[in-house]
């Protein structure tokens, strides 16, 4: 596996996503994204799973109109329900390896 890590930075988020440095702060705030590197906020430098988290939540906010605490449930849910979904994949991946091998035995 590589250990590659694709980030951004604070300004080239809020260029390239068009959001204010204000939206991203209340995101980390309420805990729904955090950035991996910088102790100041102009420093701030997240990964690329944390930018699919934190556009989602933007989005949700202004489509649904609803505040940053509900927002952050309804991401914390998400990222619980993918989660899920990976471990059911990989299990059943699993048991379709298992199922193989002893149907080779027959």
Known sequence: ???????????????????????????????????????????????LNSVHWMKKAIRLYHDLDIDWVSIAIVIDLLKQKDLLLRENARLRNQLDRFVSDVADLH
Request: hydrophobic content about 45%; proline content about 2%.
């Open 1 to 47: 596996m590589s250990d590659i890590m694709l980030k951004v930075s604070l300004q080239e988020l809020c260029v390239q996503e068009g959001i204010t440095e204000t939206m991203v702060i209340e995101v980390v705030e309420h805990g729904i994204a955090e950035p991996f590197a910088g102790q100041d906020v102009n420093d701030w430098m997240f990964e």
